[in-house]
């Protein structure tokens, strides 16, 4: 079966975002996205919520086409243009949409059709709200988190309201030059 894997950068003190949805302070580098694209090319499906989606389609389509694309902008964008792509929202349609499924309902029987299917794994970056979902229904197999050396004091929770515990194991870690380090975690 395929596994849905969870991605997101969080401040020291649990924050993904600041109040206003402010993501300035994470640190990504070349070193952060060669290991990202180690786990992309492991993977065949990109499973949103609607904001990162919207966010997603508004960049990475034509990204890599820009006369000034980075390395990691043309690997990333072939990579999204390339995989099939959920989005959990009840707010948008399918209609027009390409490569995508939009699921409004019953999250944890397509969740589950979805990981039978053959494949790759499904990764899921951000989204903070659809990941609480989720998480909520113990859909999410595996985490990363990459840690960011820094307290933001407020903002936007990595966890909440969450319905019940979710007991994880450490898999690995890995630190990188620029100061984050990534947990690797699965579920018990």
Same mark, same amino acid.
Request: charged share 25%.
């Given at each position: 079966? #395929?596994?849905?894997?969870?991605?997101?950068?969080?401040?020291?003190?649990?924050? +993904?975002?600041?109040? %206003?949805?402010?993501?300035?302070?994470?640190?990504?580098?070349? $070193?952060?996205?060669? *290991?990202? @694209?180690?786990?992309?090319?492991? @993977?065949?499906?990109?499973?949103?919520?609607? +904001?990162?989606?919207?966010?997603? =389609?508004?960049?990475?389509?034509?990204?890599? $086409? #820009?006369?000034? @694309?980075?390395?990691?902008?043309?690997?990333?964008?072939?990579?999204?243009?390339? +995989?099939?792509? +959920?989005? /959990?929202?009840?707010?948008?349609?399918?209609? &027009? /949409? $390409? %490569?995508?499924?939009?699921?409004?309902? =019953?999250?944890?029987?397509?969740? %589950?059709?979805?990981?039978? =299917?053959?494949?790759?794994?499904?990764?899921?970056?951000?989204?903070? &709200?659809?990941? =609480?979902?989720?998480?909520?229904?113990?859909?999410?197999? $595996?985490?990363?988190?990459?840690?960011?050396?820094?307290?933001?004091?407020?903002?936007?929770?990595?966890?909440?309201?969450?319905?019940?515990?979710?007991?994880?194991?450490?898999?690995?870690?890995?630190? *990188?030059?620029? &100061?984050?380090?990534?947990?690797?975690?699965?579920?018990?």
């Amino acid at each position: 079966m #395929r596994k849905l894997i969870f991605f997101m950068h969080t401040s020291l003190d649990g924050f +993904v975002a600041g109040l %206003n949805g402010e993501m300035d302070w994470i640190n990504v580098d070349n $070193e952060i996205f060669d *290991f990202v @694209a180690t786990m992309t090319d492991k @993977a065949d499906t990109a499973l949103y919520g609607r +904001v990162t989606y919207e966010m997603m =389609q508004s960049y990475w389509p034509k990204a890599g $086409e #820009r006369p000034n @694309a980075s390395k990691h902008d043309k690997e990333h964008s072939a990579w999204y243009n390339k +995989v099939s792509k +959920v989005v /959990l929202s009840k707010t948008i349609s399918e209609k &027009g /949409l $390409e %490569n995508t499924t939009v699921i409004s309902d =019953q999250l944890a029987d397509n969740i %589950n059709k979805i990981k039978k =299917q053959d494949g790759k794994n499904i990764l899921i970056f951000g989204s903070p &709200g659809a990941s =609480q979902s989720l998480l909520n229904q113990g859909l999410i197999d $595996e985490f990363w988190l990459f840690v960011n050396p820094i307290i933001l004091g407020k903002g936007m929770p990595l966890f909440k309201d969450m319905t019940g515990t979710t007991k994880l194991k450490l898999i690995e870690s890995k630190t *990188f030059a620029c &100061g984050v380090i990534a947990l690797h975690y699965g579920k018990l």
